[in-house]
């Protein structure tokens, strides 16, 4: 069985928006369908070239996004540690200014015409990604009078098939504004958060170009990375 005091609950009054969207009945499961199980299924064909590059995969200028210069890598595992390989990562994020590419964006931060901000990647046989990218900044949001979201990178993983799909966010060691933000402080303990922060990591830095960060995610048992669409992993 699961630990659920390990994760957030649903309706944690700090975090406002929370209070409408946490559940007022109790959850019911529905079976999924044959199609849901088994298709689609993502491949290496799915891939282009830039997707794991967001430095330059939305650029039209060749000196790419504006921003200090990242690779974040890892390994996909299991609760036993096994490699899980063939699975798709999608990430999106903000600027190095705290802005998002979307229309209902509403903090005044510059765009960056040659940042897109998302991206994609497969593990290897091994468990492994990497992608560039640019170190997201903070932005304030809505919800205390002065309350900003620290540095922050959304993930999700696919599994065998489409409903198969985990949601995350991870951190950057060292961000004071991690432990400030009413989003982490919904999680009970320091242990959960830290599974959620990416770990510098100076002896995979690209010298003159980027520092390098590691996130291992875990998809199940008691080292199991933080999963917001589904506490039980996949």
Known sequence: MRDR???APALTPLYKTSVTRSPQRAPLSF????SEETSPVFGNDTLGP?????????????AGAIGPRIVVYGRVIDEMGRPVPNTLIEVWQA???????HKKEGYLAPLDPNFGGCGRTITDENGWFEFRTIQPGPYPWPNGPNDWRPAHIHFSIFGHAFAQRLISQFYFEGDP??????IVKTIPTKEAIETLVAKLDMGATIPMDARAYRFDIVLRGRRQTLFENRMEGL
Do not use: E, K, V
């Open 177 to 182: 504004m991690i432990w400030q933000c009413p």
């Open 50 to 62: 830039l997707d794991n590059d967001l430095i330059h995969n939305f650029a039209s200028d060749p």
């Open 5 to 7: 005091s390990w994760h």
């Open 95 to 101: 600027n190095a200014g705290g802005r998002y590419r």
């Open 31 to 34: 079976a999924t369908t044959l």
